[in-house]
């Protein structure tokens, strides 16, 4: 009797949550808009409480900085990728070896680089168009990204009040600890981008490439994104160079690309250390279990990790 009464309670408390999660999966436009609006709800409150700005127009400045920006790396991103391409297919166009297995490796890779090529530029033609004949759902996504700015600004659980007290009670706690952790990581990951970002533009212009920023940028980005690194750009350049006939500029590029990775790797293990007060030493065996046990994807799984650690620790039988 008991277990069907405290079945139902749960039933009661969660059984909206699990409905409104649902719901999300079916209009992911206004599910990101929602979501987009809660974390920048922060913006919002800072134009409106510091600069005195109305609150409906620092909603709108708020979410054209967020597209702008967002337009102007996508954009910056592409750019650098299409000026690339040619120069690699010319690299790769220009090595010769004689053993024939180096020899078919090479044309395969030019091959593909060549397709990928096409496949970049097809598939941004492609979301360009795709973006003029979704314009309706693109303009029904600004105005709730819109309203989701105004209203987050003045309670940033405002899309919970259609849920029972209960399971509204019960949600924000959830959406309070997600958006803590959230926030935590994006805050590290920008940290550590502009690491990457500056430590490369130095290395990059000290070597003498042209376009140190752009090259750099596009690295920084790609070390932010799950499952690829610097590695993914550094290691075939200094691979190039090395068999191309340049061994010192290859040496170099592999010397930056250890040192990136190991000031990248410090940072991140102290950053974590100070926002869940671990020491540097209990993050980075967290992280590198977390990598060992679950592969690539331990990666994404670290922070979660280190939150339940730092949960951990406060607890009264390890707080002694």
Not at 47 to 66: F, N, T
Not at 297 to 311: D, N, T, Y
Request: with cysteine.
């Amino acid at each position: 009797m008991k277990s069907g009464i405290k079945f139902q309670n749960g039933l009661k408390t969660y059984g909206p949550v699990a409905a409104g999660a649902a719901l999300c999966f079916l209009l992911p436009q206004l599910s990101l808009a929602i979501l987009a609006g809660y974390i920048a709800a922060p913006a919002v409150s800072f134009m409106k409480e510091r600069l005195r700005i109305p609150l409906p127009v620092a909603a709108i400045v708020a979410e054209l900085l967020i597209l702008v920006s967002a337009a102007f790396a996508l954009l910056f991103a592409l750019q650098q990728i299409i000026i690339a391409l040619p120069a690699i297919r010319a690299a790769l166009s220009s090595m010769h070896f004689e053993h024939p297995v180096a020899s078919e490796w090479l044309i395969y890779a030019e091959t593909a680089l060549t397709a990928a090529g096409d496949r970049l530029i097809d598939s941004s033609a492609g979301m360009v168009q795709t973006a003029f004949s979704r314009v309706f759902s693109f303009i029904l996504f600004l105005l709730a990204f819109y309203f989701s700015l105004y209203e987050s600004a003045r309670d940033r659980y405002w899309f919970l009040a259609a849920l029972p007290a209960e399971a509204r009670k019960k949600a924000k706690g959830m959406f309070r600890e997600g958006g803590s952790l959230f926030g935590t990581f994006l805050f590290v990951e920008i940290r550590l981008i502009l690491l990457t970002f500056g430590i490369l533009s130095i290395g990059l212009a000290a070597l003498g490439f042209g376009s140190p920023v752009g090259r750099a940028f596009l690295i920084a980005l790609a070390d932010s994104l799950p499952f690829l690194g610097v590695g993914i750009f550094l290691i075939p350049m200094a691979a190039y160079y090395l068999l191309s006939g340049s061994p010192l500029l290859g040496t170099a590029l592999i010397i930056l690309y250890v040192f990136v990775m190991l000031t990248r790797q410090i940072a991140e293990s102290r950053m974590w250390a100070a926002t869940f007060q671990l020491r540097p030493s209990q993050t980075f065996f967290i992280t590198a279990a977390s990598i060992l046990l679950f592969g690539l994807a331990g990666i994404i799984l670290s922070p979660i990790l280190l939150f339940v650690a730092a949960r951990i620790k406060k607890m009264p039988a390890f707080s002694g």
